[in-house]
């Protein structure tokens, strides 16, 4: 290969006769190390491509070719491996053929989002509260792969943060390119056909969040939460959602947070006269308009139902920030959601007839015949559904009654709720509680949970949904400056003693609820922890304008701007002491593949282990079964004895 330095040298000669002698040398040696890319197809297929930007020197003998990156590292393959080296590419890359943020995946996206696929890029707009999303694609070819920064992608499951724009790679698995990695080394990367996924975030692009009219007939006030008052209502999706006006019925609700005077920031429940979809959201009939009346607490429930919905909980609600008007009057920013309840807008069940749903609840509100005192621990049991007289149904109160106290006696003698309670979801009820404080659950306060079917044994009492969070998140009930501030570090289940702190405690002491609790928190705080944290920001920056104009008219003083950031950092220091308490909780010595109890498996894992070395498969602080900081032989003996104690 000749090229223009070569005569450039050549031409500086002056004897004449040996130009060409000298041209030839040159060149040939100039082709040992010629910067250009070059595509390495192996014997079995695979692609290696070492792109010129790369590395610095390349050298080929009839033995091997060698690749040196510009930081030195030396790639070096045998000829006998390789098919073909060629400098131009001569395979034909995968493409992807489909590209959407589907709403089943994304707790956070109302409305489906197809992509708009082009040779190098997709372009997508979506209106999401919070960026980290899961992307929903098809690829031309079954053996085709997706990856983001060398990291496989799963449709429907991996989830990235699409900060307007996200490089993609899709290509065959096993193809390879030298590239410059974040760090500033060089490195084998997935190689494939590159795309750009551009997210438009209509939401962030409005500028405004959702304005929500309801105008009642007659320009009556709303004054009670016994009877609905007759209205239309009008949403302003701010070009991130859609738009409706339909008819509704209006009535107050809550307990503390509600009061007769119409001027006050109050919370209201929407009922309509058949199922809708607002925002995008799963139909239903009934909404609820919630005020986070407090101050600072504008926003703890949106964090608190986001940390719900990563963990998993039953139900979790959806929170829009709205701003609200009625009678042409400003309201304040209110969170629209789901109203709790057996529906499938909320808890979605085949068949309701032989469902009931419960709220644990100090307030006890409920008609006569619609509620009852549990026996033992004297838990208030509201009903809300079925409504006896209004529901068809085949349940009667006695029938639930009965249910319930057989669960909670079982647990008052000692016997654990798993023949009673889905033992999976209460987990996941009890870790939310547990991260974000909600002192509620120990009085308790608005602790729903329901039966799929009261009349089958094997239908398990499920907790969810989560409800009511603003006595979370450290707030102490004294100023809105706790919120994110106190409780930081406290131990959960021992350091508020409420009214049913025994029935909660009974709860977490449940046989193996630590080691599900340890596994659930293991994986949230490696795929789900900084999402969380993320969250704060993003929701925040989306409902700023609102937040501050709920502030100037309603004279909440919250520097909300602040208690974003406080918020990150308060629930990312409370997941790290949680965690780290479970650790040590959740040990085991002697339980060395880590499965929560000692078996002849756990022997033969430390045998492997003592042979081999490979420290992945076992948990090391566990397989120190005699304390004394390492492990050895020393520890077979007493990992026997535990063995033979148990059996």
């Known amino acids: ?160 943060r699409f900060d307007n724009s996200c490089s993609y790679v899709v290509g065959y698995p096993g193809d390879l390119i030298l590239s410059k990695l974040e760090n500033g080394k060089y490195g084998m990367m997935p190689y494939g056909r590159t795309y750009s996924v551009n997210v438009d975030y209509s939401t962030y692009r409005s500028g405004s969040v959702p304005r929500i009219d309801i105008n009642t007939v007659g320009g009556v006030n709303i004054t009670s939460k016994d009877y609905y008052v007759d209205a239309e209502i009008i949403i302003d999706g701010a070009g991130a959602f859609p738009s409706m006006t339909d008819s509704v019925q209006i009535k107050g609700r809550g307990n503390d947070s509600w009061s007769s005077n119409p001027n006050s920031k109050n919370p209201y429940r929407l009922k309509f006269a058949s199922k809708v979809k607002p925002f995008g959201l799963t139909k239903g009939k009934n909404w609820v308009l919630l005020a986070n009346k407090r101050k600072g607490a504008m926003l703890s429930n949106a964090i608190g139902m986001k940390a719900a919905s990563l963990i998993g909980t039953a139900a979790a609600n959806h929170i829009i920030p709205v701003d609200l008007y009625i009678n042409g009057t400003y309201k304040g920013s209110y969170n629209f959601t789901e109203k709790v309840g057996l529906a499938g807008n909320s808890i979605d069940l085949d068949d309701e007839t032989k469902a009931a749903l419960l709220e644990l ?152 609820m630590t080691r599900r609790l340890y596994e659930m928190w293991k994986d949230f705080m490696e795929n789900d922890l900084d999402e969380l944290c993320e969250f704060c920001s993003d929701y925040y920056q989306y409902a700023k304008p609102s937040l501050e104009k709920n502030n100037l008219f309603l004279l909440d003083d919250t520097d909300y701007a602040s208690q974003q950031s406080t918020a990150a950092y308060w629930i990312r220091g409370r997941a790290n002491y949680i965690y780290n308490q479970l650790i040590t909780e959740s040990m085991l010595p002697g339980d060395v593949d880590d499965d929560g109890e000692i078996t002849i498996a756990d022997i033969t894992m430390l045998v492997d282990y003592l042979l081999k070395g490979n420290s992945s498969l076992i948990r090391m602080d566990n397989a120190d079964v005699d304390g004394s900081g390492s492990v050895n032989i020393s520890d077979l003996t007493p990992l026997i004895d535990k063995l033979l104690s148990i059996n």
């Not at 004297?378 to 009965?402: R, Y």
């Not at 603003?470 to 707030?475: K, L």
């Not at 350091?495 to 909660?504: A, I, L, M």
Request: hydrophobic residues 40%; glycine residues 4%; proline residues 3%.
């Open 1 to 160: 290969m000749f090229n223009k330095d070569c005569f450039q040298i050549c031409n500086a000669v002056s004897f004449k006769g040996h130009r060409l002698i000298l041209l030839l040398i040159i060149c040939f040696c100039c082709s040992l190390t010629a910067l250009a890319d070059y595509y390495i197809t192996f014997n079995d297929g695979r692609l290696y491509v070492f792109p010129s930007t790369s590395y610095k020197r390349m050298t080929r003998s009839g033995v091997d070719i060698t690749f040196t990156a510009k930081d030195d590292v030396v790639y070096s393959y045998l000829m006998s491996d390789i098919r073909s080296i060629d400098l131009i590419l001569t395979k034909e890359m995968p493409v992807f053929t489909s590209f959407k943020f589907n709403n089943k995946y994304n707790y956070q996206v109302y409305t489906d989002a197809v992509g708009n696929i082009t040779d190098d890029a997709v372009n997508i707009e979506v209106a999401a509260i919070g960026k980290r999303l899961t992307a929903s694609f098809t690829l031309s070819e079954d053996v085709a792969r997706a990856y983001v920064a060398g990291k496989e992608q799963v449709s429907k499951e991996s989830r990235v």
């Open 361 to 512: 609840d100090l307030y006890y509100d409920e008609p006569v015949g619609q509620k009852f005192m549990s026996t033992p621990y004297n838990i208030p049991v509201n009903i809300k559904n079925p409504e006896f007289g209004e529901d068809s149904t085949l349940l009667t109160l006695n029938t639930i009654k009965q249910r319930f106290n057989s669960f909670v006696a079982d647990l008052k003698e000692g016997n654990g709720c798993s023949n009673h309670v889905d033992i999976e979801q209460l987990a996941r009820y009890l870790m939310v509680s547990e991260l974000i404080c909600n002192r509620e659950l120990f009085h308790p306060k608005s602790v729903f949970c329901y039966y799929e079917d009261v009349l089958d044994d094997d239908s398990k009492l499920v907790f969810g949904p989560l409800w009511d969070l603003d006595w979370a998140f450290g707030y102490d009930g004294a100023n809105a400056y706790s919120y994110f501030y106190k409780n930081k570090n406290v131990d959960f289940y021992r350091s508020f003693v409420y009214e049913q702190y025994s029935f909660v405690t009974a709860l977490r002491k449940e046989p193996k």
